[in-house]
């Protein structure tokens, strides 16, 4: 389904702040895959994703979603295969717009927009059931504007968003990290709700490593922009956190890991 | 001298009249500035450009009508330039908006072949002219020759088109790439297209607000478009400031955008009547918007956290 081959990532080359974020990494990932992806702070994550969202093109390498060569497809023309939710719960929603016209939006996700009415009446049927599944009484508050959300329902929204229009493909680049303990669980557990409902092909990063390890058939460990650590099947049922940590020293050749990886 | 009240109350139909006609063009400023989030300079330059080619089309015998919608057109073409210089060119909105409003001078001249051309209502039929609130008035014309109401009428069709277009998907596009550019691009929403296409839009009607205006005085003048930014900037504002809490529907906040910019030219009016120096109309204006732009963060800064201070305090 996704197929990362050799790419890399540099940014701001040729200056003091150069940084080399991406250094060749490749990965593939099988349809109907949930990876969970963990590394320190700088490690190269959100470089890994927003590389595969388009965000900006990498260096070098090649990006192909579903057989389909994006490497160099805008970020808004990729967007068609890809459901994003971000970190900062104020980046995918738009504040001043309602909860079904944002829904609208997305549902309409890689089509072309015209001139046709922005919301059906029918549509928001369909978004009251979709909303009634989060189960925090948003379906009663189409009109809301989102900028009265509080971060949790907001970050909900957006999963919902992302995942509306079934995308071939779920980036999630930490967006439990903003919300308090209990939103953050409820919020990952409608993660793995609607990642397993609909079969999608799933990047999760968290700073969490009992997140990682609990939820996804496969775990990789980012290390100064590559794969450190790689880990799926019944070998990934049976990580512990002890286990982990042993594997990331043997594979990146150094014993920094408890203080970079920060066991939270 | 002295103030005589009813000096200033004569004044009001003219000062109504024009503050509809630059309603209009504050109504595209706020296309720019508050749905897309882009303070747009080319509107100093393409509200002459709209008066120009009207007036021009005019004088070279087209129907009135048609000159408006070439002033239109005309300002969608300066709307467009703006959004290439800034999204193919990198170039931020403030210094394209510049740019082309520089340019749009020698543009201007060139339409008009020299700085100045008139009209006069007695050659040519025009939609709008300042002379026909007195020829309503003293029942030489119709009711419907008024420039309140002709005007009143443009604004109407300009609100309900505006309103329709911002609810189709497109236009939801367009608000979203205002409201949150990183959400609308993740949602595939060429962001670049949406501006250009909202730039082009608002240039329109600034537009076509300066060829209304041009008939309205009766000639197109190179300086006309000059401080207009800021005209449409404290409409837009002052709207908001007097009408946010009662308008919430998108309609009426454009109305409330058109009643900013009457009632912006009922205090000019009120100054000039009060005889004040017309030259210090430019400042005033100036002031009062930075002002109005100010308010909020200084809001923000030091008076909501004197009240949360007061509200934590009674709370404990
Ligand atoms: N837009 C950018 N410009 C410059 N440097 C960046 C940018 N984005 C990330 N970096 C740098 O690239 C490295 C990897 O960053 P990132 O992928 O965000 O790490 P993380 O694994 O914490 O998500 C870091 O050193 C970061 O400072
Ligand atoms: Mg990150």
Known sequence: ?264 | MSLNPMNLLSQLPGAVAQGLIWGIMAMGVYITYRILDLADLTVDGSFCTGAAVCVMMILNGHSVWVAIICAFLAGMLTGLATGLLHTVFGISPILAGILTQLGLWSVNLAIMTRPNQSISTNNYKLLVALRFLDDVKKGLKPFYNHPIFVVGIFVIVIIAVLYWFFGTELGCSIRATGANINMARAQGINTNVNKIIGLMLSNGMVALSGSLMAQYQNFADINMGRGAIVIGLAAVIIGEVLFSKIFRNFALKLLSVVLGSIIYYIVMQTVLWLNIDANYLKLFSALVVAVCLGMPYLKAKYITPIQQRKRGKSNA
């Open chain 1, 1 to 264: 389904m996704l197929e990362l081959i050799n790419i890399s990532k540099t940014f701001n080359p040729g200056t003091v702040n150069e940084k080399l974020a991406l250094d060749r990494l490749s990965l593939t990932i099988k349809d109907g895959e949930f990876v969970t992806v963990i590394g320190g702070n700088g490690a190269g994550k959100s470089t890994m994703l927003n590389a595969v969202a388009g965000v900006f093109f990498v260096d070098d390498g090649r990006i192909i979603i579903d057989g389909n060569d994006v490497t160099r497809l805008e970020e808004h023309r990729r967007a068609k295969y890809i459901g994003r939710v971000f970190q900062d719960p104020m980046m995918g929603t738009a504040a001043s717009m309602g909860i079904e016209e944002n829904l609208a939006l997305a549902n309409r996700r890689g089509q072309f927009r015209g001139l046709k009415w922005g919301i059906t009446h029918k549509e928001r049927q369909f978004y009251k059931e979709q909303l009634a599944t989060l189960g925090l009484g948003l379906e009663n508050r189409l009109t809301t504007k989102v900028g009265l959300l509080s971060g949790g329902q907001r970050q909900a929204l957006t999963l919902l968003m992302a995942s509306l229009k079934k995308p071939k493909l779920l980036l999630l680049d930490e967006h439990t990290a903003a919300l308090d303990p209990k939103t953050a669980a409820k919020v990952l557990e409608a993660t793995e709700e609607i990642v397993r409902r609909n079969n999608l092909t799933t990047l999760m990063i968290t700073h969490n490593m009992r997140d990682a390890i609990n939820h996804g058939d496969r775990l990789i460990m980012l290390y100064e922009g590559r794969i450190a650590v790689d880990v799926s099947g019944e070998e990934k049922k049976k990580l512990t956190v002890e286990k982990l940590l042993e594997m990331f020293t043997t594979a990146s050749g150094s014993d920094e890991a408890d203080d970079k990886l920060l066991l939270s």
